[in-house]
Nanobody, 123 residues
Framework: QVQLVESGGGLVRAGGSLRLSCAAS????????MGWFRQVPGKEREGVAA???????NYAESVKGRFTISRDNAKNTVYLNMTTLKPEDTAAYFC?????????????????WGQGTQVTVSS
């Protein structure tokens, strides 16, 4: 079992930046692909960014050029650096881990999920 704990959410003005962190409780963190998802009440959870064990990344079209996913295997942590934030980025952000290589945003492929951290972008 892998526990994931997100942090770094908060309230920010449009155009601002935030960095989310997700700490994993596993010594085999480097063997997992990781993803960030977000969800607004009443809507489906959507993929935002993903990163493989080797650092290959994938992004949703809506965040390309603004968000950057990265990982530090020595710290068992994955990050989501968010810049030029927009009100439509407001959501609960979740990190997720999957045992095998993958860059897609198929939620069923992810084995473990964090509890989420709220990001609110004011206009």
């Amino acid at each position: 079992q892998v526990q994931l704990v997100e942090s770094g959410g908060g309230l920010v003005r449009a155009g601002g930046s935030l960095r989310l962190s997700c700490a994993a409780s596993t010594r085999t963190f480097s063997t997992y692909s990781m993803g960030w998802f977000r969800q607004v009440p009443g809507k489906e959870r959507e993929g935002v960014a993903a990163i493989t064990m080797s650092g290959t990344t994938n992004y949703a079209e809506s965040v390309k050029g603004r968000f950057t996913i990265s990982r530090d295997n020595a710290k068992n942590t994955v990050y989501l650096n968010m810049t030029t934030l927009k009100p439509e980025d407001t959501a609960a952000y979740f990190c997720a881990a999957r045992r095998f290589w993958g860059l897609d945003f198929n939620k069923e492929a992810y084995n473990f999920w964090g509890q989420g951290t709220q990001v609110t972008v004011s206009s």
